[in-house]
């Protein structure tokens, strides 16, 4: 099955920088990538996704590139606000399938 | 906010019970998908439901079990509670169909506490 690998595990970066989260994944079938953003006792909050048709899908400061041939895919943000303190997850996934495989998780932490 | 909705929020049970969680999807979603999040963890895809049939399974035991109704909402049931069961228990919805969408959208979970 498919192994998605998520890094750093940890991010701590200063307000108005950026911040960059990278994910691999294990099998060239998955086509789409969801990023979520889980803040502490919350719900998983779809952010952005992209799927393996396009490399690069940007939203105001955010965007997610992808590398389908050496299967890796990133998220970026761009002027971090302390509201984007949470935890990020990645996932791979058939976009017509049923089950999304998730990354163990980055804590960004956003230090005003 | 999405439209899906977990209850109940919180439970505590002890080695050994059963215990069934529900979910409601949002309007408009068919197909409903249960995860279990550990501690520090990523969620783990336990099953998913479409037409009220499994479609799909994890790496987890059958004391597993789900139903979906009707009207799309589900439950998960869980026999012979473990320890390990303690997690945070997710579902999310989606609308399959023809053309096939696997967006996901969460609700705010059930933490089960397994004493």
């Known amino acids: 099955g498919e192994n998605v690998e998520q890094h750093p595990s940890t991010l701590s970066v200063q307000e108005g920088d950026s911040a960059v989260i990278k994910c691999t994944y294990s099998?060239?079938?998955?086509?789409?990538f969801p990023w979520y953003k889980q803040e502490l006792g919350k719900r998983p909050q779809l952010i952005i996704d992209?799927?393996?048709?396009?490399g690069e899908k940007k939203d105001q400061r955010i965007a997610v590139t992808l590398n389908k041939t050496a299967k890796h895919f990133s998220l970026h943000i761009t002027e971090t606000q302390p509201e984007d303190s949470a935890v990020y997850f990645c996932?791979?996934?058939?976009?017509?399938?049923?089950?999304?495989?998730f990354g163990t998780g980055t804590s960004l932490t956003v230090i005003p | 906010e999405t439209g899906v909705t977990q209850s109940p929020t919180h439970l505590i049970k002890t080695r050994g019970q059963q215990v069934t969680l529900r979910c409601s999807s949002q309007?408009?979603?068919?197909?409903v998908s249960w995860y279990q999040q550990a501690l520090g963890q990523g969620p783990q895809f336990i099953f998913q439901?479409?037409?009220?049939?499994?479609?799909g399974r994890g790496n987890f035991p059958p004391r597993f079990s789900g139903l979906q109704f009707p009207n799309y909402s589900s439950e998960l049931n869980v026999n012979a509670l473990e320890l390990d069961d303690s997690a945070l228990y997710l579902c999310a919805s989606s609308l399959v169909g023809r053309a096939g969408k696997n967006i996901q959208y969460f609700g705010a979970g059930t933490r089960l506490s397994v004493l």
């Open positions: 992209i799927r393996s048709n396009v």
């Open positions: 996932a791979a996934s058939l976009f017509t399938g049923n089950q999304f495989y």
């Open positions: 309007s408009g979603h068919n197909t």
């Open positions: 099998d060239s079938a998955s086509n789409y």
């Open positions: 439901y479409y037409r009220e049939e499994e479609n």
